[in-house]
């Protein structure tokens, strides 16, 4: 069975501070895909980021940053400088070629005061 | 903006009402998703439809009622709802390709719905 752990419930960060929110997978798969997803509070989920489980690099885009490492089972988020807008929850998912259907984490609220 | 639309945006019913959920997308997905989710909760998966035909229902009560009529419409229809199924209905649609690779799902913004 599939697994995410977000293990973070609820982080508070002051405006221009780094945060890094955590995500710990579990699959017996080998061919795997994994997600971040934003929910701001108008309820629709944005796409952040897609990575298969062939490729380790770690990718940046902008003030956000993503490392992916399987010896660890881990796909970690970080925003750099975070700002008010970043205030949202946010979930780490997995997907697997079989179902193509999404397992969440139980997501993490970001809240960043100004 | 979205380019997945669900409507209602709200939707309060008795529990002996009919009413039905709305989704429509027009990026040409062949995979679209019906998710619930509860406050404070992640989302959980309800139905994938692929390439029109049901491919997963994760032991949903009939109650619950999906529908696609083509590949650019998800109908979710509902009778004899209960109390406890007062949730966000999220949508969503993937390229949905039958070969290797898995396409990020696009999702509206939901179905607020109460049942009274």
């Known amino acids: 069975a599939q697994k995410v752990t977000q293990a973070q419930t609820e982080i508070s960060v002051v405006e221009k501070e780094d945060v890094t929110l955590d995500c710990v997978y579990e699959?017996?798969?080998?061919?795997?895909?994994l997600f971040w997803y934003k929910q701001p509070p108008s309820g629709e989920l944005v796409f952040l980021i897609r990575?298969?489980?062939?490729?380790?690099q770690n990718e940046i885009s902008g003030r956000y940053s993503w490392n992916f490492q399987k010896s660890t089972s881990s796909f970690n988020f970080t925003i750099t400088a975070s700002q008010v807008v970043d205030s949202a929850v946010y979930f780490c998912?997995?997907?697997?070629?079989?179902?193509?259907?999404?397992?969440f984490g139980s997501g993490t609220r970001l809240q960043v005061q100004p | 903006d979205t380019e997945v639309t669900q409507t209602p945006k709200h939707l309060v019913m008795g529990m002996t009402n009919k009413k039905s959920l709305k989704c429509e997308q027009h990026?040409?997905?062949?995979?679209m998703y019906w998710y619930k989710q509860k406050a404070k909760k992640p989302p959980e998966l309800m139905f994938v439809?692929?390439?029109?035909?049901?491919?997963i229902n994760e032991s949903v009560p009939s109650r619950f009622s999906p529908e696609c009529p083509n590949s650019s419409l998800l109908n979710l229809h509902l009778h004899a709802l209960q109390p406890e199924d007062s949730a966000l209905y999220l949508c969503?649609?993937?390229?949905?390709?039958?070969?290797?690779?898995?396409?990020?799902?696009?999702f509206g913004e939901g179905s607020r719905l109460t049942v009274l």
């Open positions: 998912a997995l997907m697997d070629t079989g179902r193509r259907a999404l397992t």
């Open positions: 969503a649609s993937s390229q949905g390709t039958r070969g290797d690779g898995a396409g990020e799902l696009f």
């Open positions: 990575r298969n489980s062939f490729d380790e």
């Open positions: 439809y692929s390439y029109e035909k049901l491919s």
């Open positions: 699959t017996r798969d080998t061919t795997y895909y």
């Open positions: 990026m040409g997905h062949r995979a």
